[in-house]
């Protein structure tokens, strides 16, 4: 058994308990990927990131993540949730941003005053969903024909593809039948109406990840890295914009995404609620 320094964090929200939970383990070379693997089913959170010495010079650090059921080669809220810890633990990058090696690379993370953001690594898969796929999503969800207004692969990494809605409305008032969606991983959006809504949003988003241990998700990087690809290629955005993500779940995430020229970045305040020590 041995000992290592341990965080529990809240990620895209600014007080705690309202973000995305994730466990960050540091120092974690000498643990196998099994005991990894058993680490993260134990802690029940969506994820459970590890982090080790990097294996490319560039990198100030290598993390891996981990879902109740599967090693991920990128997710966001890990990826901002891990930097934050390795910062508020003492790290100190080689250069002005942060340099993270994960599965899919290396993701640059910079800090947006008390806020981190990441780079949306590039699209894996895009393009439109089938039509047979669309349909299973809608019966899925228990949507009306016709409710589902566009579809879009955003996969960058986590499996993912989204659907559009009219009204933020339909988005809360989903109750998705994850029998029907077993496999799948689908984030549904939808634009708020500022008369209706209010101004402290511009879109709804809600997670799906049917078969998980976690079928929802409450805060989402890398849906909406994916998503923000295709909103923006595609003029259904601003180059600036907030998500608003968790509220049927007791939360208030908030993302936030800018395009800067080719880039776009994804950020979000964090927040620690746990230090200490793991035996393992």
């Known amino acids: 058994m041995h000992s290592f320094d341990f965080k529990q964090v809240d990620v895209f929200s600014r007080v705690a308990l309202k973000g995305n939970p994730l466990a960050v383990v540091f120092a974690a070379d000498e643990l196998s990927d099994e005991r990894m693997a058993a680490f993260a089913t134990w802690t029940n959170l969506s994820e459970t990131t590890f982090i080790l010495e990097p294996q ?7 993390v891996r993540i981990f879902t109740t059921a599967k090693e991920l080669p990128f997710a966001g809220h890990p990826t901002l ?18 340099i993270q090696e994960c599965g899919v690379g290396l993701v640059r993370v ?25 349909e299973r999503v809608r019966l899925g969800l228990g949507l009306e024909q016709g409710a589902i207004v566009r579809a879009q692969w955003v996969d960058n990494g986590a499996g993912w593809l989204a ?9 809360l008032d989903l109750k998705p039948d994850h029998g029907q969606m077993l496999g799948l991983a689908v984030g549904v959006i939808a634009p708020w109406n500022p008369e209706r809504d209010g101004d402290d ?11 998980d241990g976690m079928p929802e998700d409450p805060a989402t990087g890398s849906l ?5 690809q295709w909103l923006l290629k595609e003029g259904l955005a601003p180059s600036s914009y907030v998500v608003s993500q968790g509220l049927t779940m007791g939360r208030a995430g908030r993302i936030q995404v800018e395009q800067l020229g080719d880039e776009i970045w994804i950020g979000g305040a964090v927040v620690t609620c746990i230090s200490g020590t793991l035996n393992l």
Not at 113 to 129: H, Y
Not at 163 to 169: E, F, G
């Open 224 to 228: 909406n890295a994916g998503v923000a």
């Open 110 to 134: 910079r800090r947006q005053g008390a806020e981190l953001a990441f780079l949306a690594p590039p699209l894996l898969r895009t393009g439109p969903v089938e039509a047979d796929l669309v």
């Open 56 to 62: 490319d010079p560039r990198a100030d650090y290598r």
């Open 163 to 171: 659907v559009m809605l009219d009204n933020r409305q339909q988005v």
């Open 81 to 98: 949730g891990t930097c934050h810890a390795w910062l508020e633990a003492g790290g100190v990058p080689k250069g002005e941003e942060i």
């Open 201 to 211: 949003a511009h879109f709804e988003v809600r997670a799906f990840i049917s078969g």
